[in-house]
């Protein structure tokens, strides 16, 4: 089992920037591949960003590339999403996502591929 707790939403700016933490605990958090998500009301949950185990490898939505950024951070147990030129259309409630991945340096951006979620944080821009 692994706990995923997100933070650092709110209202913000368009244009403006903000990050997003998501914080594991209970397993060894090197072990998963992560991702990020965002539900806005009325839609389906959607995929933003995914990093690899080792961080090495990254992939993004095509509607936030070049916009936000995903990190991670081993020794701190957390992930990362820096989320800049923020826009209405990204207010969402933002998920975090975890998987365990023993074949490699692989990201997933399916929601069915990720095992562990957190409670999500809401991120408003206003226009």
């Known amino acids: 089992q692994v706990q995923l707790v997100e933070s650092g939403g709110g209202l913000v700016q368009a244009g403006g920037s903000l990050r997003l933490s998501c914080a594991a605990s209970?397993?060894?958090?090197?072990?998963?591949?992560m991702g990020w998500f965002r539900q806005a009301p009325g839609k389906e949950r959607e995929f933003v960003a995914a990093r690899s185990r080792s961080g090495g490898r990254s992939y993004y939505a095509d509607s936030v590339k070049g916009r936000f950024t995903i990190s991670r951070d081993n020794a701190k147990n957390t992930v990362y999403l820096q989320m800049n030129s923020l826009k209405p259309e990204d207010t969402a409630v933002y998920y975090c996502a975890a998987t365990s991945d023993y074949s490699g340096d692989v990201y997933y951006t399916r929601l069915n591929e990720y095992d562990y979620w957190g409670q999500g944080t809401q991120v408003t821009v206003s226009s």
């Open positions: 209970g397993r060894a958090f090197s072990i998963f591949a």
